[in-house]
């Protein structure tokens, strides 16, 4: 974990096994600095609970963010989080399309929104946010999320297929590189309907979500690799062209390549 997160009282915990398809993380944080941080597009969304004072998006759309249970639409872009020194909240980080069986057509994934989430998105979210806020040990509000999420997950009327979970999978095994007809042929669908089903569960297009997870290798490959040159990690991650790796790169985090890994060193 970056130094920084450490600093401010930010912890992530995996979520039980049956929840992992769906769920990255949960984490959980307890600021006691004013602190300013980037967040960067990977393709999730989230919800936060917040239970001291509220927390800036000081790019993109900040409407919902003074409320207590937030819900944190796909990114395309960073923005930056201003954190007060008072601030108390929890989050569940889902993965690419992980989101979709619980909410399905409830919100509509619109991309760099975050907005106020109600009884009528999810049902109990109120009395959840009333005993996570009663709870003080970690360890017992994981249980209560777990549990919260697993009882949802088995009342719903057809068990998810993981359709944007394989989708994602084999994105990541190829780079990103495969068109959206070779996507589709795969799952055996037209070309408009593996659009329009990506869109649906994700918010994302198939080539914006495939920019999206090539950058994230590269991040990941900055970050761990330390005797890799950029340009070899630019051809790992199947960029032969320097100027487009270095674009899509700033892009999404607002810093070149070598920007990022003089940050991170």
């Known amino acids: 974990m970056n130094k920084e997160l450490k600093d401010i009282g930010l ?46 998006n000081t790019t993109s759309i900040s409407s919902g963010m003074n409320h207590q249970i937030i819900f944190t639409g796909p990114k395309m872009e960073a923005c930056n989080v201003q954190l007060d020194s008072d601030l108390d909240a929890i989050g ?23 907005l106020p989430l109600y009884e009528k998105h999810l049902p109990n979210i109120d009395k959840l946010y009333s005993s996570l806020q009663q709870l003080n040990q970690t360890k017992h509000k994981i249980t209560l999320l777990d549990n919260y999420f697993i ?55 198939p080539k914006q979500l495939s920019r999206i997870l090539r950058i994230q290798k590269a991040r990941s490959l900055i970050k761990t690799k330390e005797d890799r040159s950029l ?6 991650c199947d960029y032969f062209d320097q100027s487009h790796f270095i674009h899509d790169f700033k892009f999404f985090t607002q810093e070149t390549p070598k920007e990022y890994l003089n940050r991170k060193q």
């Open 11 to 56: 912890e992530f915990v995996l979520p039980s096994d049956e929840l992992k398809p769906f769920i990255q993380c949960y984490w959980f944080l307890h600021a006691n600095k004013p602190s300013r941080h980037k967040l960067i597009a990977d393709g999730g969304v989230g919800i936060v609970f917040n239970f001291g004072t509220a927390f800036l």
């Open 92 to 114: 569940v980080r889902f993965l690419p399309g992980g989101a979709y069986p619980f909410l399905k057509n409830k919100i509509q994934l619109n991309t760099n929104h975050a």
């Open 151 to 205: 009882e949802l997950l088995r009342n719903l009327k057809n068990r998810p297929d993981l359709w944007s979970y394989k989708v994602v999978d084999i994105m990541k095994r190829y780079n990103g590189t495969q068109t959206t007809d070779e996507l589709a042929k795969i799952f055996s669908l037209s070309k408009k309907q593996f659009e329009r089903r990506l869109k649906k569960e994700t918010g994302f297009s």
């Open 231 to 236: 340009t070899d990690i630019s051809y790992d």
